[in-house]
């Protein structure tokens, strides 16, 4: 018996090698730009299938990735010649209204999250897109809509089911393990596969919110303005200000699309009522040449941009925290960001404050609690001919833009060439976080990911 059928007996979900039907499929992340050719890709079923897979990875000296919802721009969820554990199958989300939690399996998304805790009239922070896993998202802090109220998704952790490296299942929570938990909290992928994560909801329903488009000629005024308004605007109010080539939508006048323009998205998560008067502001600062603001379920904004980011687009992102948002980045912005080279492609600016900062830098593995904004630059475009001249477009924005930003940025949105950035990204945690792999994965086991060495 080989060593893969060995595995094979010991999992309930599939084991997929190099010619086995389905390989091309199952070793493929969404960023198209990754070409990897993984060993093994073992489709999970349940929290035995990991720890078999993991004990498997170790006592072979495999490489091993960590897959949930594939995101990972760096493509940390595939590998060469190693195994994948792959969590696709394990996207179970059972909702406990009346303590108002909500547990997911490891491999859901955004949109199964959603869809399960709305049906109770309940929502935590989540991304921007349906299809982004809810582990890969949480671990590493999670921004969202709902940032500024409800804090980053990982402050609204309760628990983690985790598989350590050597296969031990454990319980993370502020009761059990709490440096594990502590860790978990921002820290990604380095400390052991996450089967199921428990959060904490919030009363949210539906929103008031949408896109509002304005011409480039305003963006200064846009900008300006946005940096003054959300410093203080109510805390269930989210929005972030985007460069956006105009997609063909009904809401964009025919003759404008394809044209190039500043947006800002808006989600009101309080009361409805008081949607339209939140918003208002918005609206005000310069003529709006499109909008698509209204009433809708929140799953409904968490899904609004699937369409322009599906899976097989080519990927390069950077990233930045931003304490001010001075006149000089704004100036760097407007260089940059009106020359986005494709309708997949944006920055976006979004605001950690408010519940963000009501959290100490030590009490998580998330260090940046006096940012006002983690910012990135997100290059996508379908066309592998356009990779060199997008990532440079990338790259420029980013060097703008650096020199008015924080030393870190959010590991979620950092490049796969960020790694020398991880210190700075944890500042005064990293050693914690050091001390806490050490413990949990002396070996490094989780090394595909922004990684912390042991
Ligand atoms: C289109 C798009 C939109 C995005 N929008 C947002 C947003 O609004 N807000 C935001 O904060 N981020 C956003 N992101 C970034 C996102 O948080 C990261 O890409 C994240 O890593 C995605 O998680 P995933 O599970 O989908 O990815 P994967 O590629 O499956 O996982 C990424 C890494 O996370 C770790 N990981 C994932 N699952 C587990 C697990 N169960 N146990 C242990 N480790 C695990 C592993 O290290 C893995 O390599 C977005 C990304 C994309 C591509």
Same mark, same amino acid.
């Given at each position: ?62 490489? $091993? ?56 009239? $309940? ?22 809509y709902l940032?500024r109220g409800?804090? $980053? ?50 009363p949210i329903r539906d929103i008031y919110g949408g896109p509002i488009?304005f ?7 846009v900008?300006?303005f946005y940096?003054d308004f959300i410093a203080d605007a109510p805390e269930e109010l989210g929005a972030f200000p ?21 947006g800002i998205v808006a989600c009101w998560a309080g009361p409805l009522e008081q949607g339209e008067r939140a918003v208002e502001p918005i609206r005000q600062v310069a003529p709006v040449?499109?909008e698509l603001v209204g009433p809708m379920p929140y799953?409904?904004i ?10 097989? $687009? ?37 605001p950690?404050n408010g ?100």
């Amino acid at each position: 018996m080989t060593m893969v059928d060995e595995l094979r007996e010991q999992v309930r979900g599939a084991v997929i090698a190099p010619d086995d039907e389905g390989y091309e499929q199952a070793r493929r992340v969404y960023n198209a730009m990754i070409e990897r050719r993984p060993a093994l890709v073992v489709r999970c079923a349940n929290a035995g299938d990991v720890v078999a897979a993991v004990r498997f990875a170790g006592e072979h000296d495999l490489d $091993l990735a960590v897959r949930g919802g594939a995101h990972s721009v760096p493509g940390f969820g595939t590998c060469d010649g190693g195994v994948v554990i792959d969590l696709s199958g394990m996207r179970g989300v059972r909702v406990d209204p009346a303590n108002r939690t909500a547990r997911a399996e490891g491999g859901a998304t955004w949109g199964d999250f959603n869809a399960a805790t709305h049906a109770f009239g $309940l929502a935590t922070t989540g991304g921007i897109v349906s299809t982004t896993g809810v582990s890969g998202l949480t671990l590493g802090g999670g921004i969202g809509y709902l940032s500024r109220g409800c804090g $980053l998704s990982c402050d609204n952790l309760v628990s983690a089911d985790v598989v350590t490296a050597d296969g031990r299942f454990l319980v993370a929570s502020e009761q059990e393990h709490p440096d594990l938990f502590w860790a978990l909290r921002g820290g990604g992928g380095n400390f052991g596969v996450v089967t199921s994560l428990e959060f904490r909801l919030h009363p949210i329903r539906d929103i008031y919110g949408g896109p509002i488009f304005f011409e480039l000629q305003d963006g200064r005024d846009v900008l300006r303005f946005y940096r003054d308004f959300i410093a203080d605007a109510p805390e269930e109010l989210g929005a972030f200000p985007a460069f956006q080539i105009a997609p063909p939508l009904p809401f964009i006048p025919e003759d404008r699309h394809g044209d190039t323009f500043i947006g800002i998205v808006a989600c009101w998560a309080g009361p409805l009522e008081q949607g339209e008067r939140a918003v208002e502001p918005i609206r005000q600062v310069a003529p709006v040449v499109a909008e698509l603001v209204g009433p809708m379920p929140y799953p409904a904004i968490n899904s609004a941009f699937d369409a322009l980011v599906p899976p097989g $687009l080519q990927h390069y992102w950077k990233a930045n925290f931003v304490t001010e948002l001075t006149d000089q980045i704004i100036e760097a912005h407007l260089a940059h960001g009106p020359k986005v080279p494709a309708v997949n492609s944006t920055m976006h600016i979004y605001p950690i404050n408010g519940a963000c900062h009501q959290v100490e830098p030590d009490a998580t593995a998330f260090a940046y609690r006096d940012a006002n904004f983690a910012t990135v630059i997100a290059g996508m475009w379908p066309d592998p001919a356009d990779n060199q001249a997008n990532t440079e477009w990338v790259h420029a924005y980013y060097d703008a833009t650096a020199p008015y930003s924080e030393e870190g940025g959010y590991i979620n949105f950092m490049g796969g060439d960020d790694q020398d950035r991880i210190r700075a990204n944890y500042r005064g945690n990293y050693e914690r976080l050091v001390a806490v792999k050490r413990l949990y994965d002396p070996g490094n086991l989780f090394h595909l990911n922004q990684n912390v060495k042991p």
